[in-house]
C-alpha cells in the first residue's frame, strides 16, 4: 500500500477488516505533525477511531508501529532511486545525478515517511525487516559508487566503493535534512538544494582526484576509458 499525505481523514479511519492500515496511516498522520517521538500508542488509536487496546492486535509497541512505517518508507525509497538510477543509463553521472535528485524529492514530498525512517532513533538491527529494507535502498548509492569508482583515472588508486557510497550518502541526506525536508529550512540558501548537493559532490570528486569537467556541448559525460575521456564529472549529484 502506498500512502501520500493528502489522502483524505475518510480513507484513514477504520474500516472493518483494516484496522492495521488505519492505525498505520494515523501514525503517520501524526508524524508529520508531531515528529516520530512526538505522539503515543493511544493517540494513533484515538486519531485511527479505536479504542487504546486495538492497536495491540496488529503491534507490539509504538516502536514497532513506526517501524512498520519506517520498513514501508525505505521500500517507496529504494523504488524510486532505483528508477533515478536505472542501471546507470545512459551514462553513469547523468544517471547518478537523477539519485541525488531523487534522494532530495523523497525528503520534500515524503516528509513524515523520511523522518521515521531518519529520525525515530530506532535500531535497524532490532527489527530484520526494516533492516533488509533500509539496506536494499543503500544498495543503490552504493552501485551507483562503484560505478563512479570505475571511472578512477589512470595512475590514481580506485577510492573503496564503501567509501564513496557512505560519504555520499551523508552528503545527501545533509542537503536533504537541512534544505530540502518540505518543513522551513534554518537558513535561506541562495542557491537551490539540488545545487548545493552538486557543489558538494564536484568538491568531494576533485579531492579524490577525479576531473569534473563535461564534455564541451554536450552537457553529458562519456564512458571512454579515463585516459580518452575529457572529464566526465561534470554536475553528479
Not at 26 to 48: E, H, N, Q, V, Y
Request: aromatic share 8%; charged share 25%.
Amino acid at each position: 500500500m502506498s500512502w501520500r499525505k493528502d489522502q483524505g481523514r475518510a480513507e484513514r479511519g477504520y474500516h472493518h477488516g483494516n484496522l492495521k492500515e488505519a492505525l498505520l496511516q494515523a501514525a503517520l498522520d501524526l508524524i508529520s505533525k508531531k515528529g516520530p517521538a512526538g505522539f503515543t500508542f493511544a493517540d494513533a488509536a484515538r486519531m485511527a477511531g479505536v479504542s487504546p487496546a486495538a492497536p495491540y492486535r496488529h503491534f507490539r509497541d509504538r516502536d514497532e508501529l513506526i517501524a512498520s512505517i519506517a520498513q514501508r518508507g525505505f521500500e517507496q525509497f529504494e523504488s524510486l532511486l532505483t528508477q533515478a538510477w536505472d542501471d546507470g543509463r545512459p551514462d553513469t553521472v547523468t544517471a547518478f545525478e537523477r539519485v541525488g535528485k531523487a534522494y532530495l524529492a523523497f525528503a520534500r514530498e515524503e516528509p513524515a515517511f523520511y523522518s521515521a525512517m531518519f529520525e525515530s532513533g530506532l535500531p535497524p538491527d532490532a527489527n530484520p525487516t526494516l533492516m533488509a529494507a533500509s539496506e536494499r535502498a543503500f544498495a543503490i548509492i552504493r552501485a551507483a559508487a562503484e560505478r563512479l569508482a570505475a571511472l578512477a583515472p589512470p595512475g590514481m588508486p580506485r577510492p573503496p566503493a564503501m567509501m564513496m557510497a557512505l560519504h555520499i550518502w551523508s552528503m545527501s541526506h545533509g542537503v536533504a535534512s537541512l534544505f530540502g525536508r518540505g518543513d522551513a529550512a534554518r537558513r535561506k540558501l541562495p542557491m537551490s538544494p539540488e545545487e548545493l548537493l552538486e557543489a558538494e559532490v564536484l568538491i568531494y570528486l576533485r579531492g579524490l582526484g577525479f576531473a569534473t569537467d563535461r564534455r564541451p556541448g554536450t552537457g553529458t559525460a562519456d564512458e571512454k576509458p579515463a585516459g580518452e575521456r575529457s572529464g566526465p564529472w561534470g554536475k553528479a549529484k
